[in-house]
């Protein structure tokens, strides 16, 4: 008789035992469920932070109206677009590189010209890249960054890089925590860690999700770890008492249906809460109880602020769209204003250019009878009269030239005449026509050309001999005792014969701060203060013509000891 209760007492506990091993099953499932969701909601928007953001920046620098400031070289546009750009992405590091002017700009700092805080190799190996480059793991003012660019070009040239990145640090474990609403931890191999809590006690627990870095900040040993608050309950089979009595079974089998109860209830809720995720209205709408309370409290605030930012995100870009429009339309104005004002110099240019036969057939002709008159024989003193005339009139018809040059030169006007002619010849024409120039203020005219120097070129004569008189002009001028010497060598630059010549004198010299601006300033208030306006027409002239002969120019002096203005033109062998 005892045999039949216990067979059903036995029964009745491994009914009891089997339900509530499915119950834990199913509840785990549920918590695995949710922690995935967890995970690849979190791995998501890390994912829409390092990944995404750099994409969608891409596709808005990569516009007509970003090319067109950079083709204007606007770069005060830009900067105030840096700042604005900065307000709408998650960057912590917002920054734009001029390779024209070697600025470095950062949105929360002034340009730096020459400054790029380490990155030079970087942004050279970006600049010269054939294809666009993946974001790389670099530094940044001794902090780590995960640094990405995008390279804008105007008609297949390079002009600028935009640089956009994420400083590794305390600010972005907090945008991360703040985005994924959960707490984290950031650490690298070197021991270095960034957290939003004291994660010393739990870092190693369940409650932990590890989340998937990109491939150079992973490789380079850096983790992130989110963590989050259980939610579902998990029994544990294995901690179950031993079967008892047939009253303690009895009430276990009441618990049982209660459980099973309230675990049709929680799958409702679970279903209504997962089904109307992204609904806030009808989360905060739904009958729920416990945890699931706060996790359709959590999701219904993740959702109110995913929509938020997209409708501020979309008032933002409204609002751009509008100003870029406003900039387009400014930009057109300024452009017509600034054509109409390019073409005024030019017509003064042009004009003054082509009155150059009606100034200097005249001129020649004075130097002409100038030169018959002293062939004559001719007194002393009428014959130094004369020779103080032909100096002036050689000046006077060198500055006319260099004056008429000048205008033809911006007005785009001059064009060289090359032919093949005897260098040796041409030098000692030149001494010939400045030595009594020398003579007038008892200075000693050398010359010499070094044994290396091909003494028949190729190029335009009447130029190089114009550079030349107006180097050896200016050195007879502001030398009061001593020597004006005319030296001619040769050198090679990448591969290219250049022919270089020297004019030295042992006058009052330059001061450094005026030898930068030397070759370009017309300004009235210079740091030459013995200097002309024809003097400087003169340097001004002779730069621009050795540069349109393939060459260039340059000048190192010392006051009080002199000076040596120094030339090149690309030299070519005779036709």
């Keep these: ?7 059903l007492m036995v029964a009745l506990v491994v009914l009891i035992y089997t339900a509530l091993t499915k119950i834990s099953f199913q509840l785990e499932d ?3 469920k ?17 990944e ?67 990155l030079k190799d970087w942004i050279a190996q970006r600049m010269n890249a054939e294809k666009p480059q993946l974001p790389q793991l670099n530094t940044f003012k001794s902090q780590s960054v995960y640094l990405n660019s995008s390279l804008i070009s105007v008609s297949e040239k390079s002009k600028a890089l935009f640089i956009t990145g994420f400083l590794l640090n305390q600010q972005f474990v907090e945008k991360i925590s703040q985005i994924t609403s959960m707490d984290a931890t950031l650490r690298s191999s070197s021991g270095l860690t960034f957290s939003t809590k004291d994660f010393t006690e739990i870092s190693n627990s369940e409650h ?19 963590y989050y608050q259980p939610f579902v309950p998990f029994a544990d089979t294995t901690q179950w008492p031993p079967i008892g009595t047939g009253i303690a079974s009895l009430i276990m089998l009441l618990i049982i249906t209660w459980l099973m109860m309230q675990r049709r209830k ?20 739904l009958r729920t109880t416990g945890i699931a309370t706060n996790v359709a409290t959590v999701f219904a605030e993740k959702a109110e602020h995913t929509q938020s930012r997209i409708n501020s995100t979309l008032d933002e870009l409204k609002q751009k769209q509008h100003k870029l429009q406003t900039v387009t339309k400014q930009l057109k104005a300024i452009k017509a204003e600034h054509t109409k004002l390019l073409q005024a110099p030019k017509l003064k240019s042009g004009f003054l250019s082509r009155m150059g036969d009606e100034v200097t057939v005249p001129m020649k002709s004075v130097s002409s009878m100038l030169k018959l008159l002293s062939e004559f024989s001719l007194d002393d003193e009428p014959k130094e009269i004369l020779g103080i005339a032909r100096r002036s009139q050689q000046q006077l018809s060198s500055n006319i030239n260099n004056i008429l040059d000048f205008s033809k030169l911006d007005a785009g006007l001059l064009k060289l005449f090359p032919a093949e002619f005897d260098l040796e010849v041409l030098i000692q024409e030149l001494v010939t026509e400045l030595k009594p120039h020398a003579e007038s203020k008892a200075l000693k005219l050398e010359w010499s050309l070094n044994d290396r120097v091909p003494l028949s070129c190729f190029g335009d004569r009447q130029r190089i001999c114009q550079i030349l008189f107006n180097l050896a002009a200016n050195a007879i001028r502001f030398t009061k005792d001593g020597t004006v010497g005319i030296y001619v060598d040769t050198l090679y630059v990448k591969g290219t014969q250049l022919i270089r010549f020297s004019v030295t004198d042992t006058g009052i010299g330059l001061p450094k701060e005026a030898i ?46 002199g000076s040596r203005f120094w030339f090149t033109i690309r030299y070519q062998a005779p036709k």
């Design 1 to 7: 008789m005892l045999l039949i209760p216990i067979i």
């Design 30 to 32: 549920l918590r695995a």
């Design 34 to 50: 949710h922690l995935n969701k967890l995970t690849v909601t979190a791995q998501t928007e890390l994912d829409s932070i390092l």
């Design 52 to 118: 995404l953001e750099f994409n969608k920046f891409d596709s808005l620098i990569d516009s007509g109206a970003t090319k067109t400031l950079l083709s204007e070289g606007n770069s005060q546009q830009i900067g105030l677009f840096l700042k604005q750009w900065q307000k709408s992405f998650h960057f912590s590091l917002f920054a734009f590189f001029d390779p024209a002017t070697n600025t470095f700009s950062l949105s929360n700092e002034q340009k730096k010209t020459g400054q790029l805080f380490g």
């Design 208 to 226: 932990a999700i590890q989340l998937k870095l990109p491939e150079p900040l992973s490789a380079a040993g850096y983790t992130l770890t989110t």
């Design 266 to 285: 929680q799958e409702l809720m679970w279903k209504a809460i997962t089904s109307a995720a992204d609904a806030p209205k009808q989360l905060r709408a």
């Design 516 to 561: 930068n601006s030397i070759f370009e300033s017309l300004e009235q208030h210079s740091k030459l203060t013995n200097s002309s306006f024809a003097g400087r027409i003169k340097l001004i002239v002779s730069k621009q013509l050795a540069e349109l002969m393939g060459g260039n120019i340059g000048v190192s002096s010392e006051i009080g000891k």
